[in-house]
Nanobody, 120 residues
Framework: VQLVESGGGLEHAGGSLRLSCAASGDPMQWYNMGWWRQAPGKEREFVAGISRDGDQTHHRDSVQGRFTISRDNAKNMVYLQMNNLKPEDTAVYYC??????????????WGQGTEVTVSS
């Protein structure tokens, strides 16, 4: 499966962005999907995951209540709605396809990333 992210940009603290991930090749419904991020000088970290049919989601504690992952299998799309953005959310965000909803295992399929910058 090939993944292409979009929707990143520059936003002020408190603002919102919606990231999108378009999947092609294999049917996206074969995979649990996730969003990860990597800030400058830091390791890549799990942000949110969603099960194949969308009935299970998991968000890291620091984004709980602010970010929401969703998917549309008919459109082969995964989304990350990010509200009340904080400067510490600044990172490159990656879409990931693989076995895990909770982020304990990284999938092998990654997009190229989309950059999110949040100014204070």
């Amino acid at each position: 499966v090939q993944l292409v992210e979009s929707g990143g940009g520059l936003e002020h603290a408190g603002g919102s962005l919606r990231l999108s991930c378009a999947a092609s090749g294999d049917p996206m419904q074969w995979y649990n999907m996730g969003w990860w991020r990597q800030a400058p000088g830091k390791e890549r970290e799990f942000v949110a995951g969603i099960s194949r049919d969308g009935d299970q989601t998991h968000h890291r504690d620091s984004v709980q209540g602010r970010f929401t992952i969703s998917r549309d299998n008919a459109k082969n799309m995964v989304y990350l709605q990010m509200n009340n953005l904080k400067p510490e959310d600044t990172a490159v965000y990656y879409c990931n396809a693989g076995p895990s909803v909770i982020g304990d295992v990284r999938g092998v399929y990654w997009g190229q990333g989309t950059e999110v910058t949040v100014s204070s």
